[in-house]
């Protein structure tokens, strides 16, 4: 009775050893991810003359973020330039900044003198050049990256 009862589970641990042989590439894939996932997810580092900081991040993190820019376009008046209100940010003593990301995972805070808001856009009167990246989703992620809120 023995021998049947084993004949019996035989195709159930086949099964198993099956699943298991199956997912062994899954678990070479988690490790790879976690060796490459092993970089810090952002670098702040100060400039000790103007307080300001450079931001690199991650590939990860700027996924993880969902982290969107768009550029910063002439004012049709000329004179000044526009950008989305979603890249602004206002400081604990109301002055007016921006993410821009001047080069490939890098971000800096760049203040802006606004001109005026309206139906979503800021003309602004200084700020970022022309063709400059400004963040646009994940903005405060990054001021509190740079203020080290988080901790």
């Known amino acids: 009775m023995t021998s049947k009862s084993l004949l019996r589970r035989l195709p159930v641990a086949a099964a198993v050893c099956a699943a298991l042989l199956s997912s062994l590439p899954a678990c070479a894939q988690t490790t790879a991810q ?6 810090a997810p952002a670098k702040v580092e100060k400039n000790a003359t103007t ?3 450079r931001i690199t ?3 990860r993190a700027i996924d993880r973020l969902e982290l969107l ?9 000329g004179g000044g330039i526009v ?3 979603a890249a602004l940010l206002y400081d604990a003593h109301g002055k007016t900044w ?6 490939p995972r890098v971000f800096e805070r760049q203040a802006v003198t606004v001109s005026k ?3 979503g856009v800021v003309t602004a009167s200084a700020g970022p ?3 400059t990246p400004v963040v646009t989703v994940a903005a405060a992620e990054l001021f509190g990256a740079e203020f080290n809120t988080g901790k």
């Open 129 to 131: 050049a022309v063709g």
């Open 83 to 85: 950008l989305p209100y």
């Open 117 to 119: 808001v309206e139906a």
């Open 98 to 103: 921006v993410y821009a990301n001047p080069e």
């Open 57 to 59: 991040l991650s590939q």
């Open 34 to 39: 976690a060796e490459s996932s092993s970089e």
């Open 69 to 77: 820019t768009d550029t910063v376009k002439p004012a049709p008046e």
């Open 51 to 53: 307080g300001i900081a």
